[in-house]
T-cell receptor, first 112, second 115 residues
Framework: GEDVEQSLFLSVREGDSSVINCTYT??????LYWYKQEPGAGLQLLTY?????DMKQDQRLTVLLNKKDKHLSLRIADTQTGDSAIYFC????????????FGTGTRLQVTL | DAGVIQSPRHEVTEMGQEVTLRCKPI?????LFWYRQTMMRGLELLIY????????DSGMPEDRFSAKMPNASFSTLKIQPSEPRDSAVYFC?????????????FGDGTRLSIL
């Protein structure tokens, strides 16, 4: 089945850029998503990218997709303490567009 | 606009008791999903519905788990009898369509502890 992997933890200083990485195995992935989970809350959609795109930018967020290597990254510019959370990448494929496969999540810690 | 509403937010009960988790999807969304989140297994899809009909329940762990959607604005996930290994955060999510650019919106979850 599909597999989505992420590193478990990332620590950055406030004001620096954060880069969270994700690898997936399903070559038929159509859309790839980044979700943010704050303590005690559900997952909040941050952004998504279609598989025929290489890059998508949305304010402080930049998503890069390397389809050949099945590698997805989320860059957060000027990271703030409010960005501290768990970040999940997820993928869906063409055949079952309603089903998402989530990664294990990366806990981002922003230090002063 | 109201998001996905789940109740209760927290539930603590003893092993063997019946547990019922509730979800109200966003109005107009015709897909509803139930997930379970644990430290060991991460986020797992248990079951999802389209137009109140269960489409895929392959993630439901065993017969002790059941889910229903009697109408477009309400769904329940029931565990009977409950066991300590069922302790987890259960999320409900809804979306407006089957296409990948119609993302899932999550509720805040129910934190379930089985003693």
């Amino acid at each position: 089945g599909e597999d989505v992997e992420q590193s478990l933890f990332l620590s950055v200083r406030e004001g620096d850029s954060s880069v969270i990485n994700c690898t997936y195995t399903d070559s038929s992935s159509t859309y790839l998503y980044w979700y943010k989970q704050e303590p005690g809350a559900g997952l909040q959609l941050l952004t998504y990218i279609f598989s025929n795109m290489d890059m998508k930018q949305d304010q402080r967020l930049t998503v890069l997709l390397n389809k050949k290597d099945k590698h997805l990254s989320l860059r957060i510019a000027d990271t703030q303490t409010g960005d501290s959370a768990i970040y999940f990448c997820a993928e869906s494929d063409t055949g079952t567009a309603s089903k998402l496969t989530f990664g294990t999540g990366t806990r981002l810690q922003v230090t002063l | 606009d109201a998001g996905v509403i789940q109740s209760p937010r927290h539930e603590v009960t003893e092993m063997g008791q019946e547990v019922t988790l509730r979800c109200k999807p966003i109005s107009g969304h015709d897909y509803l999903f139930w997930y379970r989140q644990t430290m060991m297994r991460g986020l797992e899809l248990l079951i999802y519905f389209n137009n109140n009909v269960p489409i895929d329940d392959s993630g439901m762990p065993e017969d002790r788990f059941s889910a229903k959607m009697p109408n477009a604005s309400f769904s329940t996930l029931k565990i009977q009898p409950s066991e300590p290994r069922d302790s987890a955060v259960y999320f409900c999510a809804s979306s407006s369509g089957r296409y990948s650019n119609q993302p899932q919106h999550f509720g805040d979850g129910t934190r379930l502890s089985i003693l």
